[in-house]
Structures are given as C-alpha cells and as structure tokens.
C-alpha cells in the first residue's frame, strides 16, 4: 500500500511539473514570440565571439596608440602607391588561379580561366573571416557547383599548391621569428610565437598525407557509416588517384608559387610606401615583406578566439614594424590598411559566392 500512495505521489508530482513547464514555455513564448528565429548553433555562437574579441583586440590597438594618430597616417597616402599595391595583389590572384587552371587541366578538366578565377576570389573571400583562413577551401566547393568541376579534381588542385604554400610560409616565417626573437628582442624564450607554426606544420603533414597515403586515408574508414561524412571519403580516395599529377608538376608549382610570394611581398611594400614607411635595413627593403607575410600568416594559427587572426596579426604586424624604429601610428596603419584593402579586393567576389551558395545541396556535396 505504501508503494503504491509513493508511485501516486511520483506521477502526481511529474504531472504538476509537466504542467509548469508547459505553461513556462506558453507565458515565455507570449512575451518573446520570435526567440525562435535568433536561436543559434554552438558554432554561430562561437563565431559571434570570436567576432567580438577580434573587434576588442582592434579596439584596444586604437586605444592604444590613439585612433586619432591612425586615421591622420589614412589622410595622407599616396593613392598612387596605393594602386599599384592592389594591382600586384590582383596580379597575385591571377597567377594562384592559373596554377589551378593548370592542375585542372593535367587531371583532363578544362574550364574557362574567368571561371577559375570567380572560384578562387570567393575562397580568398571567405578565408578573410574563418579561423585559419580555412574558408579558402570553399574554391573546390565554387567550382564543383558553379561549374561542375569533379570535386576530388578540384581539391586536389587547391589542396596540393596549398601545402607547398604553408611549406613556404611556416619555413620563412620560423626563420623571421627566431631572427627576431633572437636578435632584435634577444629573448631566448619565445616558444608561444611558434605554436602557429607548429599548428601549420602539423597541417601540411596532414595535407600531404590525405594527398598521397592510403593507409592513412583508412584511419578514417569509420566515416563510411555516415552518409555525408562517406562522400568525404570517396572524394579523398578519388583524390590520391590523382596526386601524382601534384608531384609531375611540382617544378611548375614552384615557381608559380614563388612569383605569388614576389607579388604579395611587392604589394605590401607599395602599401608601406604609400604611408610613407621606410626601413633602414642592411639589405633591399622589398626582401623584408617576403618575411613579414609568412610571419603574421603564422600568426594567424596562434590559437586564439579570433577570427581569421584579425586583431592578432594586426597586433602582431604594428609590433614588428614598430622593432625596425616605425612609429606606432604608422606600424598600425600599415596592417589594417593592408587588411582593408585585401578585402576590399576580396569584395568582387560576393555575387558569386551567393550563386556558390545557391548551387549548394548538402545531399549532393562531393558527388560527381
């Protein structure tokens, strides 16, 4: 009898709380009707944060040196310099989007240069506002929907340049910052400078490996119980198919990849010049911004909740430049015009990427 008044007493209670929170969530939603459309994923939610630390960062930069001291460097470029920044910077992006073209072509896909190039901006795009510039990879997505691109073909064409890119980045940006933390700053203990060029490392060994290890590839066999994760795993596998068209054209890449260096290196000098920055250097001025790039690339995958660096690298650049006797004001000035006019550029890249966005069907990604 006693269990049976306890179990009475257990559903009654379950009863009455049922019935409070039903009329919670009516009073609730009878005041906040439209609460449902702002709700957010984690992931949104994490992106808004790392949106206001970035923008906190910044803030705190033009505090610091004095937002008034920054926007007087912004009154006084020389547009002149400042248009042959950006045409070296499109330069650049027309040279990225022929080693593409060229990759494509040894994996017998043929596609209309102008195409390639749309493709590219929008990942270039994209990386201006994704941890790691990681957006980049939405290149292989814009060509496999917008102009139907075989999507294993298309990400081996962004994935093996890009491997040797962050080869080239994490070698020379390791060498800058032991140079300056061993002899401008002279300390011997800089190792969370590096922990950006540790997290690259361990990306282009992952790089290389879905590129050319099968074995590797077989960790991830797992993926083969999850409809959209087991796309992922053909497009992969159909990929390695293809890579030794990566190492057939290594000698091409390479040089490829060395004249979008020169281009981005000669863009920023121009962006220094048009704010009047000149370095006392023991060697030509231009060679310094072949440093500084890769530098502040690294940078970028510093962990930290940030978008894309922003805030970080710009940190990071005014610090640099300020080591070589560049005022705060100018070394501040330097980076975010840098950054906004890349992205200004990045810019004509929106009608495409909302017709990228269009095409995409997630029951359909990476099948060809």
Same mark, same amino acid.
């Given at each position: 009898?006693?269990?049976?008044?306890?179990?009475?007493?257990?559903?009654?209670?379950?009863?009455?709380?049922?019935?409070?929170?039903?009329?919670?969530?009516?009073?609730?939603?009878?005041?906040?009707?439209?609460?449902?459309?702002?709700?957010?994923?984690?992931?949104?939610?994490?992106?808004?944060?790392?949106?206001?630390?970035?923008?906190?960062?910044?803030?705190?930069?033009?505090?610091?040196?004095?937002?008034?001291?920054?926007?007087?460097?912004?009154?006084?470029?020389?547009?002149?310099?400042?248009?042959?920044?950006?045409?070296?910077?499109?330069?650049?992006?027309?040279?990225?989007?022929?080693?593409?073209?060229?990759?494509?072509?040894?994996?017998?896909?043929?596609?209309?240069?102008?195409?390639?190039?749309?493709?590219?901006?929008?990942?270039?795009?994209?990386?201006?506002?994704?941890?790691?510039?990681?957006?980049?990879?939405?290149?292989?997505?814009?060509?496999?929907?917008?102009?139907?691109?075989?999507?294993?073909?298309?990400?081996?064409?962004?994935?093996?340049?890009?491997?040797?890119?962050?080869?080239?980045?994490?070698?020379?940006?390791?060498?800058?910052?032991?140079?300056?933390?061993?002899?401008?700053?002279?300390?011997?203990?800089?190792?969370?400078?590096?922990?950006?060029?540790?997290?690259?490392?361990?990306?282009?060994?992952?790089?290389?490996?879905?590129?050319?290890?099968?074995?590797?590839?077989?960790?991830?066999?797992?993926?083969?119980?999850?409809?959209?994760?087991?796309?992922?795993?053909?497009?992969?596998?159909?990929?390695?198919?293809?890579?030794?068209?990566?190492?057939?054209?290594?000698?091409?890449?390479? *040089? %490829? #990849?060395? $004249?979008?260096?020169?281009?981005? +290196?000669?863009?920023?000098? @121009? &962006?220094?010049?048009?704010?009047?920055? /000149?370095?006392?250097?023991?060697?030509?001025?231009?060679?310094?911004?072949?440093?500084?790039?890769?530098?502040?690339?690294?940078?970028?995958?510093?962990?930290?909740?940030?978008?894309?660096?922003?805030?970080?690298?710009?940190?990071?650049?005014? *610090? %640099? #430049?300020? $080591?070589?006797?560049?005022?705060? +004001?100018?070394?501040?000035? @330097? &980076?975010?015009?840098?950054?906004?006019? /890349?992205?200004?550029?990045?810019?004509?890249?929106?009608?495409?990427?909302?017709?990228?966005?269009?095409?995409?069907?997630?029951?359909?990604?990476?099948?060809?």
């Amino acid at each position: 009898m006693k269990l049976l008044r306890a179990n009475a007493r257990n559903r009654l209670r379950e009863a009455v709380e049922v019935k409070l929170r039903k009329e919670f969530h009516k009073a609730f939603y009878s005041f906040f009707p439209n609460i449902h459309k702002i709700r957010m994923k984690k992931s949104h939610v994490l992106l808004v944060l790392d949106a206001i630390i970035s923008i906190a960062i910044i803030a705190g930069i033009l505090y610091y040196i004095g937002a008034d001291k920054i926007f007087a460097e912004f009154t006084n470029i020389n547009y002149f310099y400042l248009f042959l920044s950006v045409v070296f910077i499109v330069v650049m992006h027309l040279i990225v989007s022929y080693r593409i073209k060229m990759l494509l072509e040894e994996n017998n896909v043929h596609l209309k240069f102008k195409d390639i190039l749309s493709s590219h901006m929008v990942g270039m795009l994209l990386s201006d506002f994704t941890p790691g510039r990681s957006g980049y990879f939405a290149t292989a997505a814009t060509l496999k929907y917008n102009y139907n691109a075989p999507s294993d073909k298309a990400m081996l064409a962004i994935l093996g340049p890009q491997a040797l890119d962050f080869i080239i980045k994490v070698t020379a940006g390791t060498l800058s910052m032991l140079y300056v933390t061993n002899y401008i700053l002279k300390i011997g203990d800089g190792w969370f400078i590096f922990l950006g060029a540790i997290i690259m490392v361990l990306m282009i060994a992952i790089m290389l490996l879905l590129m050319f290890s099968k074995r590797f590839l077989k960790l991830f066999s797992f993926m083969f119980s999850i409809p959209l994760l087991k796309r992922v795993y053909v497009m992969m596998d159909k990929m390695q198919d293809s890579s030794h068209t990566v190492i057939k054209k290594l000698p091409e890449l390479i *040089v %490829l #990849l060395f $004249l979008s260096l020169s281009a981005k +290196a000669i863009s920023w000098y @121009f &962006v220094a010049k048009s704010l009047g920055i /000149t370095l006392n250097l023991d060697f030509p001025e231009p060679i310094f911004y072949y440093f500084l790039q890769p530098t502040l690339t690294i940078l970028e995958f510093v962990p930290s909740p940030t978008i894309a660096g922003i805030g970080l690298s710009e940190g990071g650049g005014a *610090v %640099l #430049l300020s $080591l070589f006797g560049i005022t705060a +004001a100018k070394a501040a000035s @330097f &980076v975010f015009l840098a950054r906004i006019k /890349t992205t200004l550029v990045n810019l004509i890249a929106i009608p495409e990427a909302i017709k990228t966005m269009k095409n995409v069907k997630d029951s359909e990604f990476m099948e060809n």
